[in-house]
């Protein structure tokens, strides 16, 4: 059995699925309403789960509106005291590297900008022609 959860996060929202093996966080819900990952996308997220519970985040497109949360969510998921040290899963679309790569390049004051966001996520390109299969989900 899976849910979905409406994050009401001012002018837009996101959808955190959950199901009995999965906790995912897509960037888009899909009909439910315009959606994206904002700047409080990720204190919403946090009334409902830790942030280390996170199965994974997939993003659709890399429009600023959708994927710069990650930003915060990197940030939380390397210090946040109390988290369990883990590679949280994030689905990119084609290109999506290279994106997290120049952001890296500006925002890894004095770290290692090769290592800024794969330290704390574990990243996949995928193809958007081809279904998504992330534990008992199938995204299409």
Do not use: N
């Not at 849910?3 to 002018?11: E, I, N, S, Y």
Request: aromatic fraction near 6%; charged fraction near 20%.
């Amino acid at each position: 059995m899976s849910r979905r959860q409406l994050l009401k996060t001012g002018a837009a929202s996101a959808v955190l699925m959950v199901t009995g093996t999965a906790v995912i966080c897509p960037d888009q819900a899909w009909g439910l309403e315009a959606t994206a990952l904002k700047p409080d996308t990720l204190a919403t997220l946090q009334e409902h789960i830790a942030i280390d519970e996170l199965s994974g985040i997939i993003i659709s497109h890399l429009h600023a509106d959708h994927a710069l949360d990650l930003v915060p969510l990197r940030y939380g998921l390397k210090y946040m005291p109390g988290l369990a040290r883990r590679s949280v899963p994030l689905w990119l679309p084609p290109d999506g590297r290279a994106f997290l790569a120049g952001l890296a390049t500006v925002l890894a004051h004095g770290e290692v900008a090769e290592d800024f966001f794969e330290e704390v996520f574990h990243i996949t390109e995928y193809a958007p022609d081809q279904p998504l299969q992330l534990g008992e989900l199938t995204i299409r």
